[in-house]
DNA sequence: ACTTGATCGTTTCAGCTGAAACAAACTGAC
DNA sequence: GTCAGTTTGTTTCAGCTGAAACGATCAAGT
């Protein structure tokens, strides 16, 4: 454009040229890089210690929380694909961690649950991985504590409907 | 243990065996449950539209914000694993998306740049983009909207000295 | 009982990811 | 100039992921 033209100061570039975005202030990037981090983070603490991968630890932990469930159970509670639980449970049952009843009600579907092998693990992993969300929470304030959680719930449930709808 | 024992109550449950760990309330779980939804969501938008895919979208974004740079300055910049970048890149300058052209005073990098085409689709992009960050946040205020990028950076600041330290 | 359609779980297959090996190019010490 | 060590970027390879196809089972209707 020449530069002895006169336009109502912005009026052009807004319509012409998007202002460039910003990906370091982007909320969905910055919420990606921040997960991904801590997700990493403990994993490779419990994976190291443990031979356990991510899949394979949240079976263990919604075995340990709820007790007995089925394959579908598990990936309906912790969001897996029915493929990724299916391989984390025959990994976890191959190591005698977790095993498998059958159903007579429906021969479909089997039950779930850990072994004393699981459960030590489980009952070892967990004081590990709440060290590890305090040590993360350290600098937070209970106030912000609260704060944070009230928005991750906020954005979820906004993210759920903007998917589907 | 005998049913007629008489303990101090709980004493010995939170020594023995500790509360099971509630998943559905664990920072990183939640954290990342969230993270995956909100990337996939804006991932499937952009990547039905002009098939795209998140490293790409990368790669494109940094170059339409910062102009020219090397793959490694791309890496660096958002976090990018350099095989990632290189991939990425590759795929682009197919497309004809980016074009490569020699540093001579550094052959064994290039500087890379949006094309037009690279450029016009960014700019489709962006908004598109912006548009659903804007409806991800529409359900919170401008005060909860800094809250998040206030714990977002004390949070990613303290993952980050837990990793290293 | 038979058929149809749905559901649970596994397997196959194609694509993505990152660690490691690699080639090419640069830097600094000698 | 040459050598050793580093840096940039690509390729190879092994592992993970999810869509699709599949086998087995169940439920409902006829």
Request: with cysteine; net charge positive.
């Amino acid at each position: 454009m020449a530069s002895g033209e006169r336009l109502p100061s912005g009026a052009m570039d807004i319509h012409a040229e998007a202002e460039p975005l910003r990906l370091e202030g982007f909320l969905p990037y910055r919420l990606n890089m921040l997960a991904t981090e801590v997700s990493q983070t403990l994993a490779r603490a419990y994976g190291r210690k443990f031979g356990i991968s991510i899949p394979e630890w949240r079976v263990l932990a919604t075995l340990g929380q709820f007790g007995v469930m089925t394959a579908r159970d598990i990936g309906g509670h912790s969001r897996m694909h029915k493929t990724t639980v299916s391989r984390a449970v025959a990994a976890l049952e191959k190591r005698r961690l977790i095993v498998r009843r059958a159903n007579r009600a429906d021969m479909r579907e089997a039950f779930l649950a850990l072994t004393d092998a699981g459960t030590a693990i489980y009952h070892e992993i967990v004081p590990m991985a709440r060290a590890f969300s305090d040590s993360l929470c350290a600098g937070l304030s209970e106030t912000e504590l609260r704060q944070m959680n009230t928005l991750i719930d906020k954005l979820a449930e906004r993210v759920a409907s903007l998917g589907n709808g």
